[in-house]
């Protein structure tokens, strides 16, 4: 089994032919899957603007975070859940589920900037969205904004995620180091949102999925509470429900500063 290839910033057209065969029929090994997936308002806000989608029967998992207030936020992340509800098929291949969604969230994109053009030309109906689509041993993780995607494996944790965000922008470019960014004043503006541009480009990353894998899909109502270690201190053990829960309850703990969206999803042989 091959292993995980590198983030890449890529038209989705592009990704059937970018994903080779590299999982034999022998290689494959049975997965069984089960999730458990919450959403808070939080401590400080009046409205929760997040959403999530969860079905472990179609291996199809993502949380999705508005933005443009109370109203515009709701309706934008509730779009892509009740598109995604309506629209989605899973495909014969991981490549054609993956771009089967990618296709719904592009359509949902349009029609949050149709919807934003229609009341003022500085309107904003969008959402960040953080997915992972699986089959077999193979995963794809799409995103767009600075909701995240863990995986926790062997006793570490692995954000498979990059931040669409200003201050992720300047660490890179090494404008400032990653401490600052903790506390910089821009640290909430992102760069890439659906709903944001119509030219859309979803993030996405190829995953091998593995027995005991776990995967935590949050809003940045979570990673804003709690450290990448304190995250695995919680997720390295306990079941799919009491690790969530627990995920949630020490986010509130702590503060509770935005909304909190949490999906945990597990990965068990046979």
């Known amino acids: 089994m091959t292993s995980d290839e590198d983030i890449t910033s ?88 993956a771009e089967n969604v990618e296709a719904i969230i592009q359509q949902t994109n349009l029609n949050l900037i149709k919807k934003a053009s229609n009341i003022a030309d500085d309107t904003v109906i969008g959402a960040t969205i953080a997915l992972l689509v699986s089959k077999d041993n193979r995963g794809i993780a799409l995103w767009a904004g600075d909701s995240r995607i863990y995986r926790v494996r062997s006793g570490k944790i692995e954000q498979i995620t990059t ?30 949102a659906v709903g944001y541009d119509k030219d859309l480009t979803l993030d996405y990353r190829k995953l091998s999925i593995l027995p005991g894998d776990r995967y935590i899909l949050c809003s940045d109502g979570l990673s804003k509470e709690l450290s990448d270690e ?41």
């Open 163 to 192: 931040d669409h965000s200003l201050v992720n922008d300047m660490v890179k470019e090494d404008l400032i180091n990653a401490e600052d960014a903790e506390n910089h004043p821009d640290k909430n503006k992102i760069t890439r």
């Open 10 to 97: 890529v038209n989705m057209d592009t990704l059937r032919s970018q994903f080779g065969d590299d999982i034999s029929s022998d290689d494959i090994i049975p997965l069984s899957v089960l999730s458990e997936g919450q959403t808070d308002v939080g401590k400080k806000r009046l409205h929760n603007e997040d959403s999530f989608y969860s079905s472990d029967d179609k291996c199809l998992w993502f949380v999705a975070d508005g933005m443009g207030g109370h109203n515009a936020g709701d309706f934008a992340s509730q779009s892509l859940v009740n598109d995604v509800e309506a629209f989605y098929n899973a495909g014969d291949s991981i490549e054609e589920s």
């Open 230 to 270: 304190e995250i695995l201190s919680i997720a390295g053990n306990g079941s799919t429900v009491s690790t969530n829960q627990t995920l949630m309850q020490q986010a509130l703990d702590r503060g509770g500063r935005d909304n909190v969206t949490i999906i945990t999803i597990d990965f068990f042989k046979g």
